[in-house]
C-alpha cells in the first residue's frame, strides 16, 4: 500500500508563488506516474500536472508557463512549483500516484487547500 503526505498549501495574493511537495512511502515500484489534481467547489477534480518516473511531464493548458512539476525519485516526492498564481487557482490539491502494469496501485493524498486571493 502506498501512502501520500503533501504539505506547502496555504493563502497567496494573486501573483505570488507557493511549492507544493508529496511524499510517498510503502511499497512503490517504478516506473509510475506522479502528479497533482485539484478540485473547486463544485467542480470536478482536474488534472494539473503529471511526471513520469523518467521526467516526462503534462500540464492542463491552464497552467502552462506557471506551474512547474518536478519529482525526486530518491526520495519518492514530487513537487509542484506554481508562479503568478491567479484567483481560478484556488482548490484542494491532491498529490496521486499511478502505475498501470502489475504490481498496480493508484493512491491519493489527502489534499491541501491552495487559495489565492485578489
Known amino acids: 500500500q502506498v501512502r501520500l503526505v503533501e504539505s506547502g498549501g496555504g493563502l497567496v495574493e494573486a501573483g505570488g508563488s507557493l511549492r507544493l511537495s508529496c511524499a510517498a512511502s510503502?511499497?512503490?515500484?517504478?516506473?509510475?506516474?506522479m502528479g497533482w489534481y485539484r478540485q473547486a467547489p463544485g467542480k470536478a477534480r482536474e488534472l494539473v500536472a503529471v511526471?513520469?518516473?523518467?521526467?516526462?511531464?503534462n500540464y492542463a493548458d491552464s497552467v502552462k508557463g506557471r506551474f512547474t512539476i518536478s519529482r525526486d525519485n530518491t526520495k519518492n516526492t514530487v513537487y509542484l512549483q506554481m508562479n503568478s498564481l491567479k484567483p481560478e487557482d484556488t482548490a484542494v490539491y491532491y498529490c496521486?500516484?499511478?502505475?498501470?502494469?502489475?504490481?498496480?496501485?493508484?493512491?491519493w493524498g489527502q489534499g491541501t487547500q491552495v487559495t489565492v486571493s485578489a
Open positions: 511526471i513520469t518516473s523518467g521526467g516526462m511531464t
Open positions: 510503502g511499497r512503490i515500484f517504478s516506473p509510475n506516474a
Open positions: 496521486n500516484v499511478r502505475r498501470v502494469v502489475v504490481p498496480d496501485f493508484d493512491s
